[in-house]
């Protein structure tokens, strides 16, 4: 059997309906030496029973018996991922026709000692991300750091070599790409590429955005119990270089790190950490408002935060 050259990977979670687009947005590319692997994150929908609707032999289908989240999703891809460099495709995006092949041209090309290359993504409200658009330049530690303290949006489409997670994974929990990115940059080296590869959507009704209910008490305490942990490691592994040359990314870790205190009824802690904030964080004035709010009034900060996630 051919080794494929690209593993995609798909999360996927009660996505009955988007999935068919990302997963035919992937079969339909001219370049076709790769392999496609969903994982279902323990959907409700009938997400498994569309994906077995399709009998391409490059889809594998991978099931979680307990919903784990996005990232252990992508670790449980990438452990069964056979292709020397892994796609990331979410469930509501999708490829751009010739994406394959153009991600494989710079794959081939003098791109130096490089570990993970992005593109960029045209969202279905109009917009391009990352924005500011990247120079294409070889981005180590402080390059990435330079990069996420301008970046406004940092959306983007990845392609990894395997190899890198072997030492670096996604986090085993809820939280989303903030830490792995760090670590990830602290060993290897990026390179963000100026040309745009796939469509992003938001039509999805679970997403995290516009039109999704708010969470379950059980929920937030889970996410807000991973955040605590894992904005605790970026600040004990990346605090003083976040401090020094990204300020911006440095006083919403904290900030994130004291609401989710909050948010879970540990106020010592959180008040403990709310010192830190003050004494070392380039002060944010929406920031302060919301940690006052939150220490104040926790259920009207969750309210809050929820109407403008509403409103996208």
């Known amino acids: 059997m051919n080794i494929p050259f690209f593993s995609i990977v798909i999360p996927v979670y009660n996505r009955q309906r988007e999935i068919r687009r990302a997963v035919e947005s992937c079969l339909a590319q001219e370049y076709s030496n790769f392999e496609l692997i969903l994982v279902d994150d323990a959907s409700q ?28 999703a992508r670790n449980t891809g990438v452990a069964a991922a056979k292709g020397e460099w892994i796609v990331f495709v979410d469930s509501d995006h999708a490829l751009k026709p010739g994406a394959l ?4 041209h710079y794959l081939e090309s003098d791109l130096g000692p490089v570990d993970r290359i992005g593109f960029m993504q045209d969202w279905d409200t109009g917009i391009t991300t990352p924005q500011p658009a990247p120079d294409g330049s070889l981005l180590d530690y402080w390059g990435w750091l330079r990069f996420i303290q301008s970046a406004l949006l940092s959306d983007f489409l990845l392609c990894t070599r395997r190899s890198t997670f072997d030492s670096v994974k996604w986090a085993d929990s809820t939280i ?5 990115n760090l670590d ?31 969470p379950s008490r059980t929920q937030l305490m889970r996410r807000a119990g991973d955040e605590v942990d894992s904005k605790k490691r970026i600040l004990e592994r990346h605090g ?4 020094t040359f990204a300020p911006r990314i440095h006083e919403m870790t ?37 940690i006052a709010l939150a ?18």
């Open 240 to 243: 003083e270089a976040l401090r």
């Open 101 to 104: 092949g153009r991600i494989g």
């Open 45 to 72: 929908d009938e997400s498994r029973t569309v994906i077995a609707t399709y009998s391409d032999p490059r889809i594998r289908l991978i099931c979680h018996e307990t919903n784990r989240g996005q990232c252990p």
């Open 254 to 290: 904290y900030r994130v790190l004291v609401l989710s205190c909050f948010i879970r009824g540990e106020w010592i802690e959180g008040l403990n950490h709310a010192r830190h904030y003050f004494l070392d964080c380039k002060i944010n004035w929406s920031g302060v408002g919301s």
């Open 176 to 180: 989303l790409e903030a830490e792995y």
């Open 184 to 214: 990830f940059a602290q060993r290897f080296t990026s390179r963000l590429i100026p040309e745009t590869l796939s469509i992003q959507y938001t039509d999805s009704s679970n997403r995290l955005t516009a039109g999704h209910k708010r």
């Open 295 to 312: 220490g104040i009034w926790t259920e009207g900060f969750l309210r809050v935060r929820h109407q403008r996630m509403m409103r996208g």
